[in-house]
């Protein structure tokens, strides 16, 4: 593509009025950085009264304010940490029970006209290996994942590019749906698409609306406008702000009604990040009765050639990246969490009773990995380095020896139960009826298509409990739902409730 065409791509990208119209009379967004400040110059530990009161307030399952969630940041003793990590648990046993959905990310394009400073990816970097993937090589990708692998969820990656437009993303996803794959017994197919994309007009998100596609992503990196500012050039399209800030009304307006937020910790104070995240909740909610579908947590990872994540000023530690996982989890309590790759084995088990609900596995960040394999991959291909490197079966062995049931489960979106009708369900509890149906249902499919010996034994042992609690728990639904599992076993594959 030529210099100028891009250029001119790059000019036309941002709608003006759809950042104006949702911008308060007073020409402020919903980012108030001076009460925030005011937040956390509070000082004091707060009494193990109102730290309790707050953690019944989230086992409730109701948003917390940022107010709130600045209280329990201020907690130092040791006694109540533990009991908040203990109530982190708990709220998602309550709204999700034992269940990890798992998923992968699948990277098409590694062309982008942003530099963000972090990011392997960002225009400026030479030593990537820059490539946007064909329809067929989409398809080969997608092959060795659902087929291979056994996944049913992706979330499908883009840099910003005019190469990699909404037209190709829309083409992609479809290509994804098309792919069947024998398995075993069944088929191996992807059955929810997620993307993760750079901020789109109304227009533009109308189209992958009607792709059928699962959970929309953007994080805004960094609320801190001047962190924002150093990082994302001016001069490129990621530097407007506060067109990302409104990238989820304008998914809303859409149509797309499951969204997904997140921060990049290690950009700024984590303090300052997750209230503000707070505020955009409580602005999500208040623009249209639903929050984010999904928090995530990545943390920043090395990346070639990238001095800038060697040294940066707010790495987050280990211990302070719990607590961010803790009260995230307690502050949005009906949001589903995800905790990514890019953390350490070691760190995944130590974050996975708190409240996690979705990982991804046997991951790989680089532009066709997939069906090039892993002993192919090479920093210069990939956006980070990622720190969970094990296969997909390895991860689920794990998570089933945690007592934790991987599901596969899709049939939420496909059933048309997202947006504000799952968050009704997840704030009753309810959704974990179906979705544990459901989850053992797919579970059974992915151990009979994919799993190693060793993890068969493992999960069906995992299996039996589940059945064992789903007849005593739900007796209303045992015969209807015993049959469908026999179904499965007999190789019948995708039925759901
Ligand atoms: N290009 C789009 C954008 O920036 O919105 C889409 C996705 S980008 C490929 C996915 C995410 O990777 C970014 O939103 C950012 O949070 C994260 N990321 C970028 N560099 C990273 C790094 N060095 N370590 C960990 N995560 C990183
Ligand atoms: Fe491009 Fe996204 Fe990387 Fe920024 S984070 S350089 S927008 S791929």
């Not at 950042?19 to 193990?48: E, H, Q």
């Not at 290509?175 to 024998?182: K, N």
């Not at 920043?300 to 940066?312: H, I, K, S």
């Not at 989890?329 to 974050?351: D, F």
Request: with cysteine.
């Amino acid at each position: 593509m030529r210099t100028q065409e891009k250029q001119q791509w790059v000019r036309e990208r941002i709608v003006q009025a759809e950042i104006d119209k949702y911008i308060r009379d007073d020409g402020r967004d919903y980012v108030d950085d001076a009460s925030i400040r005011d937040l956390l110059r509070l000082r004091g530990t707060p009494d193990a009264t109102q730290v309790r009161e707050l953690i019944a307030k989230a086992l409730e399952i109701q948003t917390l304010s940022p107010a709130e969630l600045s209280v329990l940041m201020r907690v130092e003793s040791p006694a109540l940490w533990e009991e908040m990590r203990a109530a982190a648990g708990e709220v998602k046993h309550k709204v999700y029970d034992n269940r990890m959905v798992t998923f992968a990310p699948l990277y098409l394009s590694s062309k982008c006209v942003n530099n963000c400073l972090y990011c392997g990816l960002r225009s400026s970097n030479e030593a990537v290996v820059r490539r946007v993937l064909s329809q067929e090589e989409v398809r080969r990708e997608t092959e060795a994942l659902a087929g291979r692998l056994g996944h049913k969820r992706l979330i499908v990656v883009y840099g910003e590019h005019p190469e990699s437009g909404v037209e190709y993303m829309a083409e992609s996803i479809r290509t994804v749906y098309d792919v069947r794959v024998p398995a075993r017994k069944g088929i191996g197919q992807i059955r929810r698409v997620n993307v993760n994309a750079a901020p789109m007009s109304v227009a533009e998100l109308k189209m992958l609306a009607e792709c059928g596609l699962g959970t929309f992503q953007v994080f805004q990196e960094t609320y801190d406008r001047r962190a924002y500012a150093q990082l994302h050039p001016a001069a490129t399209l990621k530097g407007n702000f506060r067109w990302r800030l409104y990238a989820m009304h304008r998914a809303q307006e859409a149509g797309i009604d499951d969204n997904g937020i997140g921060v990049l910790y290690g950009l700024s104070d984590w303090r300052f990040e997750l209230l503000a995240q707070q505020a955009h909740v409580l602005e999500m909610e208040r623009f249209c009765g639903i929050g984010p579908h999904t928090l995530s947590f990545p943390r920043l990872e090395p990346a070639v050639n990238t001095p800038f994540v060697d040294a940066p000023t707010w790495r987050v530690s280990d211990e302070d990246f719990e607590k961010i996982v803790v009260l995230g989890r307690l502050a949005v309590p009906y949001a589903g969490l995800i905790i990514t790759a890019r953390e350490s084995p070691a760190m995944r088990r130590r974050l996975l009773p708190l409240g996690v609900t979705q990982m991804d596995a046997a991951s790989n960040v680089g532009v066709g990995a997939y069906a090039d394999g892993q002993e192919n991959q090479r920093e210069e291909r990939q956006q980070f380095v990622l720190g969970d490197p094990r296969g997909l079966d390895d991860v689920i062995r794990e998570w089933a020896q945690m007592g934790s049931i991987t599901s596969f489960c899709t049939a939420g979106y496909r059933c048309g139960r997202t947006g504000k009708c799952i968050m009704d369900l997840l704030r009753s509890g309810a959704e974990g009826k179906f979705c544990k149906l459901n989850a053992v249902l797919t579970f059974k499919e992915w151990l009979d298509d994919f799993a190693t010996p060793a993890t068969q034994a493992v999960g069906q042992a995992l299996l039996q409990k589940e059945l064992a609690e789903i007849q005593t728990r739900q007796p209303q639904v045992w015969d209807v739902f015993s049959e469908t599992y026999r179904r499965i076993e007999a190789g019948e594959r995708d039925l759901y409730f």
